[in-house]
C-alpha cells in the first residue's frame, strides 16, 4: 500500500489523512453534516487534497471509519464513483490484529476499533484508551490483544451545550480551565465544572479499570479535548490526535 487516503467519521467532526506509506503527510477537519451528498463530499476532497494530487495517484486506496451510516453511504458512492476504486469500510468483520470480546462485535464504532488497533500495534497492552469528542469514550485493550470494551459518557462540548440549553442564565462557555477551582462568576464557575468535573471523571474511571484489570496499563487519550486535559491529568500518559487515522491504516494493511 503506497498512498492512503484515511477518512474518520465522527458525530460531530471528520477527519481526512492523507498517508503517503507509512507517513501521514496532512489532515484536514470538517464538521460533520449528514445532509452532504456525495457531490458535496467530492468538492469538498478536490479543494482539500487537490485534483493533481488525486490524478497522479492513481493506486490511491481510500478506507472509511464511519459512526454516521448516511455519510457512510454517500462517501462510499462518492469513491466508487469519482475516484474509481472499491473503499473499505471498517466493521468488525475486517478487523484481524485484536480480538473483539464485546456484543455483538458489530455494535463496536469503527473508530473505537481503529484506535484500540493502533494502540496495541505501537504499545501493546494492557492499554486504556480515552478518546475526547463528542462522548468521552473509554477503551480497553488486553496484554494478549483482546478489545475488552469499555464506557461511553458525555463530552466536553456535549456536556457545555447541555447546561446552556437547560438553563436559562447559564450561558455557551469557551472550554477553557479557569484560573482557580472555586469559580468566581457564572463562565468561571461553569468552566471549573465542565473541565475539572471530567478531568476527575476521566481519572476516577481509569484507576477503577485499572483495578479490575490488576495490572498497569499504559493510558493513551485521543480526540480534541486530550491536549487540553492530558497536562492536569494524573493517568494519562501519551497523548496521539490522529491515533484514529493510524488505525485506520493499520486495518487497511492488513487485508
Same mark, same amino acid.
Given at each position: 500500500?503506497?498512498?492512503?487516503?484515511?477518512?474518520?467519521?465522527?458525530?460531530?467532526?471528520?477527519?481526512?489523512?492523507?498517508?503517503?506509506?507509512?507517513?501521514?503527510?496532512?489532515?484536514?477537519?470538517?464538521?460533520?453534516?449528514?445532509?452532504?451528498?456525495?457531490?458535496?463530499?467530492?468538492?469538498?476532497?478536490?479543494?482539500?487534497?487537490?485534483?493533481?494530487?488525486?490524478?497522479?495517484?492513481?493506486?490511491?486506496?481510500?478506507?472509511?471509519?464511519?459512526?454516521?451510516?448516511?455519510?457512510?453511504?454517500?462517501?462510499?458512492?462518492?469513491?466508487?464513483?469519482?475516484?474509481?476504486?472499491?473503499?473499505?469500510?471498517?466493521?468488525?468483520?475486517?478487523?484481524?490484529?485484536?480480538?473483539?470480546?464485546?456484543?455483538?462485535?458489530?455494535?463496536?464504532?469503527?473508530?473505537?476499533?481503529?484506535? @484500540?488497533?493502533? =494502540?496495541?500495534?505501537?504499545?501493546?497492552?494492557?492499554?486504556?484508551?480515552?478518546?475526547?469528542?463528542? @462522548?468521552?469514550?473509554?477503551?480497553?485493550?488486553?496484554?494478549?490483544?483482546?478489545?475488552?470494551?469499555?464506557?461511553?459518557?458525555?463530552?466536553?462540548?456535549?456536556? @457545555?451545550?447541555?447546561?446552556?440549553?437547560?438553563?436559562?442564565?447559564?450561558?455557551?462557555?469557551?472550554?477553557?480551565?479557569?484560573?482557580?477551582?472555586?469559580?468566581?462568576?457564572?463562565?468561571?464557575?461553569?468552566?471549573?465544572?465542565?473541565?475539572? =468535573? @471530567?478531568?476527575?471523571?476521566?481519572?476516577?474511571?481509569?484507576?477503577?479499570?485499572?483495578?479490575?484489570?490488576?495490572?498497569?496499563?499504559?493510558?493513551?487519550?485521543? =480526540?480534541?479535548?486530550?491536549?487540553?486535559?492530558?497536562?492536569?491529568?494524573?493517568?494519562?500518559?501519551?497523548?496521539?490526535?490522529?491515533?484514529?487515522?493510524?488505525?485506520?491504516?493499520?486495518?487497511?494493511?492488513?487485508?
Amino acid at each position: 500500500m503506497k498512498n492512503l487516503l484515511a477518512i474518520d467519521v465522527g458525530n460531530t467532526q471528520t477527519t481526512i489523512g492523507l498517508f503517503e506509506g507509512k507517513i501521514l503527510k496532512e489532515t484536514w477537519r470538517l464538521s460533520t453534516r449528514v445532509a452532504r451528498t456525495g457531490d458535496e463530499l467530492w468538492i469538498n476532497l478536490r479543494q482539500l487534497v487537490g485534483p493533481e494530487w488525486i490524478a497522479e495517484h492513481s493506486e490511491l486506496a481510500v478506507s472509511i471509519a464511519s459512526v454516521v451510516p448516511e455519510l457512510t453511504r454517500a462517501l462510499v458512492q462518492m469513491v466508487k464513483t469519482r475516484m474509481r476504486t472499491d473503499p473499505l469500510v471498517i466493521t468488525a468483520d475486517v478487523v484481524k490484529k485484536i480480538r473483539i470480546a464485546y456484543h455483538p462485535p458489530q455494535a463496536v464504532g469503527a473508530d473505537r476499533l481503529c484506535g @484500540a488497533v493502533a =494502540g496495541f500495534n505501537r504499545w501493546k497492552g494492557p492499554l486504556i484508551l480515552v478518546d475526547m469528542g463528542t @462522548a468521552t469514550v473509554f477503551d480497553v485493550v488486553s496484554e494478549d490483544g483482546v478489545y475488552l470494551g469499555g464506557l461511553i459518557a458525555p463530552g466536553l462540548l456535549t456536556a @457545555a451545550e447541555s447546561l446552556h440549553r437547560a438553563a436559562a442564565l447559564l450561558p455557551l462557555v469557551d472550554l477553557k480551565f479557569p484560573s482557580d477551582v472555586i469559580g468566581d462568576s457564572t463562565e468561571s464557575s461553569m468552566q471549573s465544572g465542565i473541565l475539572y =468535573g @471530567a478531568l476527575e471523571m476521566i481519572d476516577g474511571v481509569v484507576e477503577r479499570i485499572q483495578r479490575q484489570i490488576s495490572r498497569p496499563a499504559k493510558v493513551v487519550a485521543t =480526540g480534541g479535548f486530550a491536549v487540553l486535559l492530558q497536562p492536569m491529568s494524573r493517568t494519562i500518559t501519551v497523548v496521539e490526535p490522529d491515533l484514529v487515522l493510524h488505525g485506520i491504516r493499520d486495518i487497511t494493511e492488513e487485508q
